[in-house]
């Protein structure tokens, strides 16, 4: 069993918190927070939940001390301000840039030996900060973008086959941007017949559209970013991690020559282990879908200018 670290208590950590203590894969889960007695509040509630959720996991929290989490397995950066609506997730940059900087440096001379899930926004930018600054193995940083990009894709596909979400396969590559992320239609499938026998080119496109504004749909709904699915697209990371299960997920890891690209960090298909991100799944992509590619790498890099 494994301890898991969470910093930052808002709705997202929180939710990270509740998924992993509910598979219940993890010894222990920490969450701290800036917030005066927010992060202990948070875990004492979740605690309170363990009885009637079957968990075993121990839940605790603490303000800003950093040594409450030692020995980390896994270290989970959800800190820095949220979306508003009509934000977009690059105008935070200059904001969370600082923030995770801290975060991520005081967390590594606790748990020298800890892998870095970064959550906070824009992503694929603070991913690339994360590997910057630290000087640890690309293996052991991970940004979760793609992830949650590919769960929301299913569901769009899901509802528009009016068919269990359990039954699609499908990803999205490329960065983890409402312009930036590439929905995969091509190898989109339903129990593996492909989508685009099923559905329509006006249903297709309606799907990839929905899937790249999904965040900022929530956003403008909820009035701040959304946090239940990025809570559980957290959780089931973590959870191939900790549980070494080897699963296929997309997220943003650093790329030295694959997909063409040298030197960013950037939404792929890799497995997930107890090293962290183990190897990079290489796909054959057309020449549209390169391209594609190639213009969310320059948007990327574009973004990581302003570091």
């Not at 200059?94 to 899930?117: D, M, Q, R, W, Y």
């Not at 496109?205 to 929905?210: E, G, H, Q, R």
Request: glycine fraction near 10%; hydrophobic fraction near 45%; charged fraction near 20%.
């Amino acid at each position: 069993m494994s301890k898991i670290s969470i910093i930052g208590a808002g709705n997202v950590g929180a939710s990270c918190a509740e998924y992993i203590a509910m598979k219940n894969f993890a010894a222990e889960v920490v969450l701290l927070d800036i917030k005066e007695n927010f992060a202990e509040g948070k875990a004492l509630d979740l605690m309170q939940t363990a009885s009637l959720n079957g968990f075993d996991s121990r839940i605790s929290g603490s303000t800003s001390d950093y040594s409450k989490t030692a020995n980390s397995n896994v270290i989970v950066v959800t800190s820095g301000i949220p979306r508003k609506p009509g934000m977009t997730r690059e105008e935070l940059i200059g904001i969370n840039a600082g923030i995770v900087k801290t975060v991520v440096l005081s967390c590594l001379e606790h748990s020298p030996n800890a892998i870095f899930v970064i959550v906070s926004n824009p992503m694929d930018t603070m991913t690339q900060l994360t590997k910057q600054i630290l000087g640890i193995p690309k293996h052991r940083i991970i940004g979760m973008g793609g992830a949650l990009d590919s769960a929301r894709f299913k569901h769009y596909l899901s509802s528009a086959l009016s068919c269990p979400p359990s039954d699609v396969d499908a990803m999205v590559i490329g960065g983890h941007g409402d312009t930036t992320m590439i929905p995969l239609l091509r190898l989109a499938s339903y129990k593996g017949v492909p989508v685009s026998q099923l559905l329509s080119k006006e249903v297709l496109d309606k799907v990839k559209a929905d899937t790249m504004v999904g965040g900022a749909t929530l956003t403008a709904m909820l009035g701040t970013s959304a946090w239940y699915a990025p809570g559980a697209a957290v959780s089931a990371l973590v959870q191939s991690i900790v549980c070494d299960q080897k699963k296929m997920m997309t997220c943003c890891v650093y790329l030295d020559g694959e997909y063409g690209e040298f030197d960013i960090c950037i939404g792929v298909p890799v497995i997930l282990g107890k090293g962290g991100w183990e190897r990079i799944v290489a796909l054959s992509l057309k020449d549209d879908e390169k391209a594609e590619f190639q213009k969310s790498a320059l948007a990327v890099r574009s973004m990581n200018a302003a570091l």
